[in-house]
């Protein structure tokens, strides 16, 4: 409810808090980053694989809503979490990779190597597998998001 009254320094601290909580539940074997700067106009925010940084467009940060800024950090986080998938998925032997486990991944290791940016197609970005799984994931992660604090205060409401 005071997401708007924060100051920039202080959103970037609660979504990397968010962030933290993501790394531990995905189960990925690195730390995420969030960082704000100036993205294209309509970049809401981006994951860099080589950095492990989430970035979030300064202007959304400091304009959108909590709910619509915590979905943009729980959809790049999935992205780190499908370039780990990608890692196993290279990992593993070629009849390993026939397991049907590995359908997911492998669309993803091939929209990776052939990204489209929603710059250029936004219709092509948009219904890429790996975009339309990092939305799903970000939906259902809000929801549970706002599910516990809502559980927490209620118990700590005297």
């Known amino acids: 409810g005071n997401w708007s009254t924060l100051s920039t320094a202080e959103k970037l601290n609660t979504l990397q ?14 730390e995420l980053n969030v960082i704000a700067g100036p993205l294209s106009e309509n970049t809401l925010a981006c994951y860099n694989d ?34 780990r998938l990608c890692d196993v998925f290279d990992s593993v032997s070629d009849e390993q990779k026939e397991l049907l486990v590995f359908y997911d991944v492998q669309m993803y290791k091939q929209e990776f190597s052939s990204y489209v940016d929603g710059k ?15 939305r799903s994931y970000a939906r259902e992660a809000v929801i549970d998001y706002y599910f516990k604090i809502e559980t927490y205060f209620e118990k700590e409401a005297p």
């Open 17 to 30: 808090t968010v962030s933290n909580i993501e790394v531990y539940y995905l189960g990925l074997p690195h």
């Open 50 to 83: 080589r950095t492990h940084v989430i970035t979030i467009n300064i202007d959304h940060l400091e304009s959108d809503s909590a709910h619509d800024i915590l979905d943009s950090v729980c959809h790049e986080a999935r992205h780190a979490y499908q370039h």
């Open 120 to 134: 250029d197609d936004a219709i092509g970005y948009y219904f890429q597998w790996c975009e339309s799984d990092a």
